[in-house]
């Protein structure tokens, strides 16, 4: 069965810092980029980043810019999501997803579960 | 960064067709996809590419576009159709950023 298990989730404080990751099964894990998708609570989707099938290229969306890291393993089959200076604005479930890209296409086929993140002192 | 505007709400009456659609520059370009989320659950993409559905996704969910509008119709909408509904495409700006619309809420009359 393929399958994306989030952990690494929790509370933590203002300014802290926390390590997700998401552990892939059921496919060939190093033929894929991964990304990370995030949504706080009552809101939208929003992509976080993402990471190359060798982790060559990474991408980031502003907000987080300098603060998150994206990282992959694929040895271990699993992606990392490493949050620096959190802020209340970070507060939300974070998604580990697979990317599926053809040609002009770029859909996120596979999610996890999600991993909630609050946030807050 | 790209944008991708969504109705932030929309109602159909039970077997009825609806259309959920999604604006910007990047669908100029990219195709958008479509997922369903329903609440306390993880997104699922029902619509990838021109028109193509997943596995196991029925057939009354089909998607199109037209310069920078994508749509998505729900021909003959069923009551476990009602959830929110996302569009997403490539960012236009060349790297490999994504981007998401703002969600639609469906409501199943």
């Known amino acids: 069965e393929v399958q994306l298990v989030e952990s690494g989730g929790g509370l933590v404080q203002p300014g802290g810092s926390l390590r997700l990751s998401c552990a892939a099964s059921?496919?060939?894990?190093?033929?894929?980029?991964m990304s990370w998708v995030r949504q706080a609570p009552g809101k939208g989707l929003e992509w976080v980043a993402n990471?190359?099938?060798?982790?060559?290229?990474?991408y980031y969306v502003d907000s987080v810019k300098g603060r998150f890291t994206i990282s992959r393993d694929n040895a271990k089959n699993s992606l990392y999501l490493q949050m620096n200076s959190l802020r209340a604005e970070d507060t939300a479930v974070y998604y580990c997803a697979r990317e599926y890209i053809v040609a002009t296409t770029d859909a996120f086929d596979i999610w996890g579960q999600g991993t909630m993140v609050t946030v807050s002192s | 960064s790209s944008e991708l505007t969504q109705d932030p709400a929309v109602s159909v009456a039970l077997g009825q067709t609806v259309r959920i659609t999604c604006q910007g520059d990047s669908l100029r370009s990219y195709y958008a996809s479509w997922y369903q989320q329903k609440p306390g659950q993880a997104p699922v993409l029902v619509i990838y590419g021109k028109n193509n559905r997943p596995s196991g996704i029925p057939d009354r969910f089909s998607g199109s576009s037209s310069g920078n509008t994508a749509s998505l119709t729900i021909t003959g909408a069923q009551a476990e159709d009602e959830a929110d509904y996302y569009c997403n495409s490539r960012d236009s700006s060349g790297n490999h950023h994504v981007v998401f619309g703002g969600g639609t809420k469906l409501t199943v009359l």
């Open positions: 990471i190359k099938q060798d982790g060559s290229e990474k």
């Open positions: 059921g496919f060939t894990f190093s033929s894929y980029w």
